[in-house]
């Protein structure tokens, strides 16, 4: 390549070689300014910003501070200004290296140590903030700007302490109003913003939590706290697997980041618990998945979601162990965690039914169905409604000591059985209370056979309708007729006698018990010693079997 190379003339190659040994002194540049005139020039640049920075176009302002500090970069009171309108711009980082540089050329400059102190309060750094307004006190002792800036910065650090020590005590609401009082002062602190976060993240309040540490990652994607709170949020609402996510991306931007590890070693823990406990309960093996789900609440007490659905898990198993008290307090247990969760309440609900605790079950189901206004559920509140009123009647079943699914025979088998048992015959000997006592079981065991022999009366008793006398006849469809009135009774006998023969011709229309009732009434109306002031009958009917007969007129007293 040497063979192509221009040849280099001799006056060149002994400037070249000149400049190897020493240092050439060049003549200086034609129109070169003096001292003095760049002092000027920046001097108006200075100028020029202040002008811009009073109308508040503060990166106009910036630009010129910057001129005059490329110019005299000396200069304490250009870095001092730069770092005002850096403040003005929200860019605190920036503004406190100018502040700093400042009143490293001038440690008298009073305007530079203030914006530092302000700088490193708005970031947080409330004790550096302490120490700068100290100094300008030092310089100035009465300067009431100085004064009051220290006072904000004590008021800082007290929030601080009280913040740590509630912390450590679980009150994290008291944390978060402290936090929100020190960010008064301290805007741009990125330590304070996190615990906040944390804190609203600890007391379920996640989409807040969310918003502030998602603002934080805006301005910086690399905030391993921010990326932790991130993940908390996520872990608490029951997201595990993206939880983990997270957890991972903090610890690779700071890999000792003991809360990050520690939230992810949890968030795995439950994970595998969990579906370990489903698989259990998935082959059947309710025991094992008792105990799963067991261990697994015992992992993070603050995860108030995942909780709730470990618990009503195992108030699943335990329905399916048959221990239905320990079911309904895990399904209590899960809606005191979460009083939004339906399948608790569902869960609960069914426990209550299987129970025989159809008032709670009737609660539990208005809430389901006031949430969720289903078919299904409106269908469920109407069963547990009946169930409830079936409940308060008497229960035939359990007075003769049969089954629901009990055959007539059973049926008539139990009667004789429970007659004998209370006959008043057996019990002529006993006390008059235990008599008392044995002749009312003995009438509830006639009722209650009268009932369930009678396939009508029984299928009206088990669907959970209305049992009185009048509604029970059989033939034709049952419904209200109005009250029959008669005309004023003298109190004859032909009168009274006449009453009795209207009642029996048209005895077929009612029940037997109603013609009874209505024939001891004129009966003891004929030998009633008042005859003559004998008051009108009246014949509540209400179950007439003919529905062509709406209205039985009554012949008048002769």
């Not at 600890?202 to 910086?220: H, K």
């Not at 991306?249 to 406990?277: S, V």
């Not at 209305?466 to 033939?475: A, I």
Request: with cysteine.
């Amino acid at each position: 390549p040497s063979l192509f190379r221009k040849p280099v003339p001799a006056r060149l190659q002994v400037l070249e070689m000149a400049a190897g040994d020493c240092d050439v002194a060049m003549a200086p540049e034609p129109g070169a300014m003096s001292e003095a005139d760049m002092e000027r020039e920046a001097e108006l640049f200075k100028e020029q910003g202040n002008s811009f920075y009073a109308k508040k176009d503060y990166n106009e302002a910036y630009n010129y501070y910057t001129k005059a500090i490329d110019i005299c970069p000396k200069n304490a009171s250009y870095y001092g200004n730069r770092a005002a309108t850096l403040m003005m711009m929200g860019k605190l980082r920036e503004a406190l290296e100018d502040a700093q540089q400042a009143v490293r050329l001038d440690d008298t400059f009073v305007r530079g140590h203030l914006r530092e102190g302000k700088c490193h309060l708005s970031l947080g750094n409330a004790m550096a903030a302490g120490r700068c307004f100290q100094r300008v006190l030092e310089l100035e002792c009465d300067n009431s700007q100085a004064v009051t800036e220290l006072k904000s910065a004590e008021a800082v650090l007290e929030y601080e302490r009280i913040a740590e020590m509630d912390f450590e005590k679980g009150d994290f609401r008291k944390v978060v109003y402290c936090m929100d009082r020190a960010l008064e002062f301290a805007p741009g602190c990125h330590r304070f913003k996190i615990l906040k976060a944390e804190c609203l993240a600890l007391l379920g309040r996640y989409p807040d939590a969310q918003s502030v540490a998602s603002d934080i990652l805006r301005m910086d994607s690399t905030n391993a706290d921010a990326l932790y709170v991130r993940g908390l949020c996520l872990y608490y609402e029951d997201c595990i697997e993206k939880a983990v996510q997270f957890f991972v991306q903090a610890l690779k931007m700071a890999p000792d980041h003991e809360k990050a590890r520690l939230a992810c070693r949890n968030a795995k823990a439950l994970r595998a618990k969990k579906e370990e406990g489903n698989r259990a309960f998935k082959d059947g093996s309710f025991d094992r998945a008792f105990e799963l789900y067991t261990e697994a609440l015992k992992i993070d007490p603050n995860n108030i979601k995942t909780n709730a659905k470990l618990y009503c898990n195992r108030g699943t198993v335990g329905s399916k162990l048959n221990k239905m008290q320990q079911a309904i307090e895990d399904c209590t247990n899960a809606i005191k965690l979460d009083d939004t969760y339906i399948k608790a309440y569902m869960r609960r609900a069914q426990c209550y039914m299987d129970t025989e605790q159809y008032e709670e079950a009737v609660r539990d189901y208005e809430k389901i169905y006031q949430t969720e206004k289903t078919k299904e559920h409106k269908q469920l509140l109407k069963n547990a409604q009946l169930e409830l009123k079936k409940s308060k009647r008497k229960d035939y079943y359990k007075i003769l000591g049969v089954d629901k699914t009990a055959s007539e025979d059973e049926i008539k088998k139990a009667y004789r059985k429970r007659a004998l048992m209370h006959h008043p015959d057996r019990h002529s000997s006993a006390s008059p209370e235990v008599q008392k006592e044995e002749e009312k079981k003995f009438k509830e065991v006639g009722e209650a056979f009268s009932i369930l022999s009678d396939q009508k009366k029984k299928a009206r008793y088990d669907t959970g309708q209305d049992l009185d006398d009048d509604g029970m006849n059989s033939g034709g469809k049952c419904f209200p007729v109005k009250l029959l009135k008669t005309s004023p009774c003298c109190g004859t006998l032909t009168c009274q006698a006449m009453q009795i023969s209207m009642l029996i011709i048209f005895s077929r229309h009612f029940s037997v018990a109603r013609v009874a009732l209505v024939l001891k009434r004129l009966v003891l109306g004929i030998f009633s010693s008042s005859l003559a002031n004998a008051q009108p009958f009246l014949f509540n009917v209400t179950g007439c079997n003919s529905s062509k007969n709406k209205s039985i007129p009554m012949f008048p007293c002769v």
